[in-house]
């Protein structure tokens, strides 16, 4: 893939490393949106794979790496959870952007003229009230960004693609319905990561922490390696589980509010410790200022 700067035109420009952000998908994403939202002043670095995204950053080709997570709507990001504790980087910021999906064609088309609408499987879903209405036919592909790009190029005035704003004005398509998702609270969590961690004060602001861990194999072990963060008053946001490969132990990825330097949060590690053989703490961040909003 050869990347293209912010007006889809050229090749990017050469910067240092620690000017840019890498991102996985084509131009136009919505991960490149998040990246020019969050850190306008990054130079977004397309990758094919969410491995070649963490690769980038190991290796110093970007400084960061913005990897959606979860998504209201359509619930975790495939594969993602899995790749993040063997990536070798360390989660330093969270970003929720919201997503508005847009109905994109060549100029010269109208909502008369469309007969097929492709997008990603998860953007056709939460699409498909006004799919439904129109009477479009639905065609998957692989990211929202590349089926602007196969409309653009096709030059065809009876397809279109349900992609971002940003990627319309990369691929010179024009916006034929504007805001076309059917939930109004349509948002995707982004996870910030780089090759050292970045641990904020505690005094500084509400801060997440994400772990992960695997419980001794005993009754009741998860129940007993939890209560420590009940009883201290630490509130964990995300609990999530994955079998190893023989399906005998579990390991879980969690998001907790709270600094590991604050007591209440030291003392519930220290019971979690207690009931569990691994704990590897991934990322200690500012919470995204929407999060207390949404909640």
């Keep these: 893939m050869n990347p293209l700067d912010d007006y889809g035109s050229a090749p990017m420009r050469a910067l240092p490393s620690e000017h840019r952000i890498a991102f996985q998908g084509q131009p136009g994403a919505y ?6 939202t969050h850190y306008p002043e990054l130079e977004p670095l397309p990758c094919a794979s969410f491995e070649d995204a963490f690769a980038a950053v190991r290796e110093g080709a970007a400084r960061y790496a913005m990897i959606p997570v979860d998504n209201s709507v359509a619930g975790r990001v495939a594969d993602v959870h899995h790749l993040l504790p063997r990536c070798g980087l360390h989660i330093v910021a969270e970003h929720f952007q919201r997503v508005n999906h847009q109905l994109l064609a060549i100029p010269g088309a109208s909502l008369e003229t469309i007969e097929v609408v492709e997008s990603h499987v998860h953007a056709i879903g939460q699409c498909r009230e006004f799919l439904r209405r129109h009477g479009y036919r639905a065609k998957v592909v ?20 349900i992609a971002s704003r940003l990627a319309a004005e990369i691929y010179g398509l024009q916006v034929l319905a504007t805001d076309i ?18 641990w904020p004060s505690w005094r500084d602001g509400p801060v997440i922490t994400t772990f992960i861990f695997r419980v001794r194999n005993r009754p009741a072990a998860l129940y007993k390696a939890l209560g420590g963060f009940a009883t201290n008053g630490v509130n964990m946001v995300k609990l999530e589980s ?8 579990a390991q879980f990825y969690a ?28 990322g200690v961040y500012p919470a995204d200022p929407l999060r207390e909003r949404m909640g």
């Design 142 to 161: 692989a990211d929202t960004a590349g089926a602007a790009a196969e409309v653009a190029a096709a030059k065809d005035p009876t397809r279109a693609a």
């Design 255 to 282: 998001d907790i509010m709270g600094h590991p330097e604050e007591d209440r949060v030291r003392y519930a590690f220290e019971e979690l410790r207690f009931f569990s053989h691994h704990v590897e703490i991934l």
């Design 242 to 249: 994955y079998l190893d490969g023989a399906f005998s132990q």
């Design 181 to 198: 998702e059917d939930a109004e609270h349509n948002t995707t969590r982004f996870l910030v990561l780089a090759r050292e961690p970045r």
């Design 31 to 36: 991960s490149h949106l998040a990246c020019r």
